[in-house]
């Protein structure tokens, strides 16, 4: 079995160690990345440049057996097939993608989307404009604001008009939101009623395994940069029984079987949905963060991690007078990773920009969610998040800089 030990991996990530009093809580926006990380990319650069799918010298052949071998290494991570998992450069990519290369065919005047209030803005967006162009609808599943979890929808909420169900698997702003199998339950009403769903597993898939056959799930997405890859790239996921019902989103090199000056035929996915030069040290970067996770992380063990440092931070917090904690605390205690908070009378960019003056990185704002925030009457919110690398000291040390922070905006 993997052990799991936070203060071990800690020594895996050279910004720990050029910064030695960093205590980083900002991992839901992203993740610091490990030496072999790094080093996969430099060794791209150092040893093996070239471009993939092309040239057949001997650089050209090793970049794309990087390429397809990190391609590999995502698919067995997410139980997926290899040309099931296409590269983009991120979530954001991924969700335009399905809008513009699936929804814009096939979703009409009278239509349903349906999403839930609680979206970061990449996975409302681009539905926002889908509905606005075609005269489709938005539907929402709902916040319970009592509970922080969706709402059980009425019975009289599916019909055959909605054609699509794109949900977060976790929000960026409350953690869990889905009570017991209401996520499972979810995807199967809404392929009862013939709709295709998407999940952004974006703040999901860095802490839980993901079985994309379990989930039965059409369309998923995910950042790279989130679970200890590198910036500029993504995977999007498509079940293989839709390859031919998605068209390319983008047109170009290397996705091409055969082009004629009237007619043109695509490769096979994932290649027909990879057009130009592709993220190839991102891509590989990203394939040698898989194996570190896979290497170095027992899922299992790490949850309970993250729920006890949770469960250190909100005991933490509640001592603050009028201190108010956005999520569901007995759910965060369980199985959370990431906790938001808000004082009444200090902004939260007081408290974040104060805590980064003393090496402590908190991000403050809506966290790209602005219908939850207005919708929740809350302008902004102090959000810390936790990853593989956190350890109890960075949450004491958080907690006393925070008594001081207050203190100090409060004398
Ligand atoms: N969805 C959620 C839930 C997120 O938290 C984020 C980023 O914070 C995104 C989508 C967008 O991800 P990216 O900026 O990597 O495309």
Redesign the pocket.
């Known amino acids: 079995m993997v052990k799991f030990d936070a203060k071990l991996l800690k020594k895996d990530f050279p910004i720990f160690q050029n910064k030695k009093n960093l205590v980083y809580l900002d991992n839901?926006?992203t993740t610091q990345k490990p030496r072999s990380v790094i080093q996969s990319m430099v060794d791209f650069y150092e040893n093996y440049n070239s471009n993939v799918h092309r040239s057949i010298h001997e650089l050209g052949e090793t970049s794309t057996c990087f390429f397809e071998n990190s391609r590999e290494i995502i698919a067995k991570f997410l139980n997926a097939e290899n040309e099931e998992i296409i590269f983009t450069s991120?979530?954001?990519?991924g969700v335009n993608f399905i809008a513009d290369a699936w929804a814009r065919q096939n979703i009409e005047k009278n239509d349903y989307i349906v999403t839930t209030q609680v979206e970061?803005h990449?996975?409302f967006l681009p539905w926002l404009r889908i509905c606005k162009n075609s005269g489709a609808k938005l539907k929402f599943l709902e916040l319970d604001k009592d509970t922080f979890f969706i709402k059980l929808p009425e019975a009289n909420f599916w019909s055959d008009k909605i054609k699509l169900v794109s949900i977060?698997a976790s929000?960026?702003v409350l953690g869990e939101i889905w009570k017991e199998n209401q996520l499972e339950n979810i995807i199967s009403a809404a392929h009862d009623i013939g709709a295709l769903v998407l999940l952004?597993a974006?703040?999901l898939a860095p802490y839980k395994k993901i079985d994309v056959k379990k989930l039965n799930i059409d369309f998923l997405v995910l950042?790279g940069?989130?679970m200890l890859g590198p910036t500029g790239i993504?995977i999007l996921y498509i079940n293989k029984s839709l390859h031919n019902k998605v068209e390319p989103y983008k047109v170009g090199g290397s996705m091409v079987q055969a082009a004629s000056f009237n007619d043109v035929i695509w490769k096979e996915a994932p290649y027909k949905f990879e057009a130009g030069t592709p993220a190839i040290s991102q891509a590989i970067g990203l394939g040698a963060a898989v194996k570190y996770l896979n290497e170095n992380v027992d899922f299992k063990e790490f949850e309970k991690h993250t729920a006890y440092l949770s469960s250190m931070l909100i005991d933490g917090l509640l001592k603050i007078k009028d201190m108010k904690i956005w999520g569901n605390i007995e759910q965060i205690k369980k199985s959370g990773h990431l906790v938001s908070f808000s004082l009444p009378d200090i902004h939260a960019h007081d408290i974040s920009g104060f805590l980064g003056g003393l090496n402590i990185s908190v991000r403050s704002g809506h966290h790209?969610a602005q219908p939850l925030a207005n919708m929740l009457n809350l302008q902004s919110s102090v959000r810390a998040s936790f990853y593989i690398y956190n350890t109890v000291q960075d949450v004491e040390i958080f907690l006393d800089k925070l008594n001081e922070t207050v203190n100090f905006f409060r004398k």
């Open positions: 839901a926006a991120g979530t954001t990519e970061h990449a996975n977060s929000s960026n952004d974006s703040q950042s940069h989130k993504g790209c």
